[in-house]
């Protein structure tokens, strides 16, 4: 039971983390139709950007900043240098130049900082805190709960709530009657691009010390669980980004827990599949075309 | 009468070969200027060349005499001209407040964009009924309210509408072609009518131009165009 | 018809053929070290041939091509070893246990063809990255039968005695990955050339038009995945042969991702690109040893960095700008350049 408990409220934390990951996909489908299979390889480069602050300075804020911010430059580097000039009529176009994309970041990240596993900074201790004798939570995972939740909030009020949200919604709606309102539809989507970067970046710094370590590779497998939760959530839903990052997380807990970690890409194939052929609208789709 | 809007030898098209051919036009501020012509005639394709949303291969468009060649499509509703697209382009997953937001965001007058915003809302009494529904939710007539709101919203000297009536009743079409009236005697708004609906188009129209397979055979006043049979006949067919 | 039938089969026999004693009289040229590549190229070859088929013919894009080839390369090495423990040796125990890596590689293609033929696009390409990263995991899962990370040994015999005591082994490795590839190649041509081939791009350029005209779309996607797979797995079951061993690192996913970008330069849909494919896969990585081991006065470390990672960026750039620059890939800028070119001599 007590296993049980920990295993929840671990997989709650990984979910969480999941969800940041598969939010910041939905955010470049909502706003392109693209699904960015560069976003975990993205992800690793800023969180070495981390890797290179915190070494430098010591400081894990000053390297949190730095994944932020590098993520931010790096998804805009993105639309603005490649993805804007792919054909956007053959659907396989933009997959492989994202896949394109994938090997240039791990080759220039390999080149730059070698293959081997660097060791991620937490800023909290990892060692779960015990409630009545039962490890239930770590600071860190509180500071991963408290990370996401405000990134969370930080979203929906940035959409609902202020023109900028309002533009890059529009944008993504109808790009040229935007335009003729006077919306920057290009800057728009650089700016899609740019968000869901840094929030990828941010869901690689809070993970990564949970796994592994850096590699260029480290995002591989969490970039395949956040697509099965963004697919379980719809690929265009928000909040069904979060439902799906946090029940793929439960679920690959459970699995890693009873059965031995090297069953979760398995396990995530499974799941990818199941959701897939079952409810191929994912569990919030308003829409059934699953055709992009 | 100063000149708003000047067009000299506009060719523009999709492809290899032009749809418009060296169109000229001159539309006087204040006033409303009809562009009739049968379906294909170039009628959009004018206005989308009008605010860069198709490139001319030749010829230029003068806002208050200043060249428009080069400016991005984005920024003319900075210059005071708005463009209600063909089939009215209502954000459909917005919803009316979002829609009427959106067409005053690019001011930075945020507290006259807000009086805008209300004027609209008196303006079109149904829209305030709905300000939360999602622009899929509406019906054509309110769809048209809000484009034209939404368009509105902007405060433009010069609005380009391209067939308002499309799909309204003849009562909602009169009530439109009355607004436009109106709101060019009180505040001097310029506007360029496309309409199949000739008749009433004319009715409130100070000028009109003719487009047939992409060159204008006729400029002139609006009410030669409803009096000159001939004209009428040869063009416009009725 | 029949007739023209029978024409394009003997055409493209001829070739095989020609192929085939062409590469045999250059395989007799070769140093040991030059003949091993060229039996790389002859599995990859079955390997991106299958691919392009899928992805250039069929629309549907795997990047799970890399897995495939591990199922057949571990099925090769588990037949081999099973076979070699129980004495059964022979000329027709390596054949044997190619064709049964190829026909395992064909189930798995089978199963991951059914749920691909009701996924699209962005869909089915995270399907098939699932597949990718689970395949080698797999090897870690079942420990007993994989040996996980380590891998496996391959026993493979050596050259027959008959070809002489001093016979490099090389040359029969490029021998046999050649007969491998030209068999392929050959079976592949054929069925892009008839009825099959006619079905796939119908359903690639238009499904519901596929659908209306009475073709089974779901039926010819899967039979798509099912051939493509048999390449993978005799691609990935030569592999095994030449290394003679086999691990889950060879077949990670950034091999899938080569796969996918040796058919995207050679030209989707074009075998005679999967050649060019092939080719790359063996050549720039070659480039990128000598290139960087100019270097290695330098610092060790960072040559050997560069070594390993320069293909990749090599690999990944050119599939940006193929993709955004000349779709065609190589095969298409050759069609374009012998169109300009014919179109130009006439008129001398
Ligand atoms: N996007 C496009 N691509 C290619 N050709 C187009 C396009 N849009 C319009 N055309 C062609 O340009 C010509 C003029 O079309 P346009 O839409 O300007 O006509 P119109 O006068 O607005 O007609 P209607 O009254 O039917 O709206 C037509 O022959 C049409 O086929
Ligand atoms: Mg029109």
């Not at chain 3, 060229?38 to 069929?58: M, N």
Request: net charge positive.
């Amino acid at each position: 039971m007590d296993r049980f408990v920990f295993l929840t409220f671990d997989g709650l934390s990984k979910g969480a983390v999941l969800a940041a990951f598969a939010l910041a996909l939905v955010l470049i489908w909502r706003a392109a139709r693209i699904v960015n299979f560069a976003q975990g390889a993205m992800a690793v480069a800023a969180a070495y950007a981390a890797y290179t602050v915190t070494t430098a300075t010591g400081s894990y804020w000053l390297g949190l900043l730095a994944a932020l911010v590098g993520g931010l430059l790096l998804g805009a580097l993105v639309e603005r240098a490649v993805m804007r000039f792919v054909d956007h009529r053959s659907p396989l176009a933009e997959v492989i130049v994202a896949l394109g994309l994938v090997l240039v970041v791990q080759a220039a990240l390999g080149m730059v900082y070698g293959n081997e596993f660097r060791a991620a900074a937490a800023p909290f201790s990892r060692t779960a805190l015990e409630v009545g004798g039962v490890p239930l939570l770590s600071r860190y995972d509180l500071f991963v709960f408290g990370a996401v939740l405000l990134v969370l909030l930080g979203l929906a009020l940035l959409f609902t709530r202020t023109g900028v949200g309002l533009r890059m919604r529009a944008a993504a709606f109808a790009p040229e009657v935007s335009r003729l309102l006077g919306v920057n539809v290009g800057g728009m989507l650089t700016l899609g691009w740019a968000l869901a970067s840094a929030v990828g970046a941010l869901a690689a710094m809070l993970v990564l010390p949970t796994e592994l370590g850096l590699h260029p590779h480290a995002m591989d497998l969490v970039f395949v669980s956040a697509f099965t939760a963004a697919v379980v959530g719809g690929l265009d839903s928000p909040p069904g980004a979060v439902v799906g990052g946090l029940s793929v997380g439960l679920i690959l807990s459970y699995v890693s827990g009873y059965l031995g970690s090297d069953v979760t890409p398995m396990a995530v194939l499974a799941l990818l599949l199941v959701v897939l052929l079952v409810r191929p609208g994912g569990l919030f789709a308003a829409t059934v075309a699953r055709q992009a | 009468m100063s000149e708003l809007l000047r067009v000299e030898g506009l060719t523009a098209g999709y492809g290899a070969a032009p749809v418009l051919h060296e169109v000229d036009l001159s539309v006087p501020a204040g006033t409303i200027a009809a562009v009739l012509g049968a379906n294909g005639a170039g009628k959009t394709t004018l206005l989308r060349t009008l605010s860069g949303l198709v490139r001319p291969s030749a010829g230029r468009v003068l806002l208050d005499g200043r060249p428009l060649t080069g400016v991005p499509v984005e920024k003319l509703v900075h210059l005071g001209m708005a463009h209600v697209p063909e089939g009215r382009g209502v954000v459909a997953e917005l919803t009316v407040e979002e829609n009427l937001r959106l067409g005053g965001l690019w001011r930075r007058d945020r507290a006259d964009a807000n009086k805008a915003l209300a004027e609209v809302y008196e303006l079109f009494e149904p829209l305030a009924k709905r300000r939360r529904s999602a622009g899929h939710q509406l019906s054509g007539g309110e769809r048209q309210m809000l484009a034209l709101g939404r368009a509105l919203v902007a405060r433009p000297r010069l609005l380009l509408l391209d067939e308002p009536s499309l799909g309204l009743a003849p009562k909602v079409t009169a009530q439109i072609m009355a607004l436009l009236k109106q709101l060019r005697d009180r505040t001097g708004l310029t506007v360029l009518l496309v309409e199949q609906n000739v008749r009433s188009a004319l009715s409130v129209a100070d000028t009109g131009v003719v487009l047939a397979l992409g060159r204008v055979v006729a400029a002139t006043g609006a009410d030669r165009l409803r009096d000159d049979e001939e004209l009428r006949h040869a063009y416009l067919g009725f | 018809m029949n007739l023209l039938r029978s024409a394009t089969l003997l055409r493209h026999l001829a070739l095989t053929l020609l192929a085939g004693f062409a590469l045999y009289l250059l395989s007799l040229e070769l140093d040991p070290f030059r003949n091993f590549q060229l039996a790389t190229v002859a599995a990859y070859l079955c390997a991106t041939a299958g691919l392009t088929v899928l992805t250039g013919l069929s629309g549907q894009l795997s990047l799970g091509h890399g897995a495939l080839m591990a199922v057949g390369a571990y099925t090769v090495a588990l037949c081999q070893n099973t076979l070699a423990e129980h004495d059964v040796t022979g000329n027709g125990v390596l054949p044997l246990s190619l064709l049964a890596g190829v026909l395992v590689t064909m189930a798995a293609g089978f199963v991951i063809g059914l749920a691909a033929a009701r996924l699209r696009g962005p869909y089915l390409a995270g399907v098939t990255l699932a597949v990718a990263v689970a395949v080698p995991a797999a090897t870690v899962t079942f420990d007993e039968l994989f040996n996980s990370e380590q891998g496996l040994g391959v026993y493979v015999e050596p050259p027959p005695l008959s070809l002489g005591p001093y016979f490099p082994n090389e040359r029969w490795q490029a021998w046999i990955a050649l007969l491998g590839a030209l068999l392929t190649m050959l079976l592949l041509a054929n069925l892009v050339r008839g009825r099959f081939g006619r079905t796939l791009r119908a359903v690639r350029d238009d499904e519901v038009a596929a659908r209306l005209s009475g073709i089974d779309v779901a039926r010819a996607q899967v039979q798509a995945f099912v051939v493509s797979a048999a390449g993978a797995g005799l691609g990935g079951g030569l592999l095994a042969v030449l290394a003679q061993s086999v691990s889950p690192g060879a077949f990670s996913l950034t091999l899938s991702l080569f796969l996918l970008m040796a058919v995207v330069i050679g030209g989707l849909g074009s075998l005679s690109g999967a050649v060019w494919g092939a080719l790359l896969l063996v050549a720039l990585p070659d480039l990128a040893h000598q290139v960087s081991s100019g270097l290695v006065a330098s610092s060790p470390a960072a040559a050997q960095r560069l070594e390993g990672n320069l293909p990749l960026l090599v690999f990944g750039l050119t599939l940006i700008v193929v993709m955004i620059a000349m779709p065609g890939g190589v095969q298409g800028l050759l069609h374009r350049v012998t169109g300009w070119a014919r179109r130009r001599l006439p008129s001398r």
